[in-house]
């Protein structure tokens, strides 16, 4: 079953759209709004940072653009809400710590990822980093920090009048939350971890294979990790 309120990302590829109905059949992990109603959703993002926190790498901001411009810009998004701080659990209501040894388990890509990439994406996510105003997407955003709307800083290529927003109703969001991002040692592929939550309680949560072609990033896959529906639209297959 699909909830109505989640629809795949409307770009995906004909193999990526196989593949994330594969995924979709074999679900990791199928959790419900039922399973939530103990948990506010805002909670799924908190991070426990223990510790100094630095700054995620510029060099990854490239990668949570062409994330963003591939899976989650639509004609209604007019604003991206992102957490400030990386995740570092795959599931929303993970407790233990990631490991390699669980990751394997979970067969993500059909086993398909090299082994040296699996490693240094748990490794990099074994602690939280602070995403800072660097992203480059067509729409302006606004980071989230335990679950709160922060003041404006540094935006895209569109900037927002806070004297507007206070008067106005929110516009229509979309509401993600991102890992750090683990390569290969020849920094020719890349692992990326993200989340999208919307306001009624449906999201899903994907893995984000890239390959490196010259200077330029290119996603060759997703996986899906985890899928949020609503348990009001029973009866509605996905092919």
Known sequence: MLSSGLSMPDRLTVAETALYA???RKLAAILTVGCWLGLPWQAAFSNETGGNVVEAPAEDYPLYDRAIERLFLTS??????????TVTRLLPNQTEPMTVEWFYEQDYFMGRLPRELAHDFVHVNSAAARLE???RVGVPYRFLSNGLIEEPEVFSRKALKVGRLAQAPMPSSEHLAFSKIGRTLRNDQALLYVEQVRSEGTGAGFLVWFERKGVDW???ETDVVWTIRDESSEGEEFP
């Not at 007019?78 to 701080?85: A, C, G, S, V, Y």
């Open 22 to 24: 594969s995924a979709m």
């Open 76 to 85: 209604r998004a007019r604003l991206l809400l992102i957490e400030r701080m």
């Open 218 to 220: 290119k996603i060759i």
């Open 133 to 135: 105003g660097r992203f």
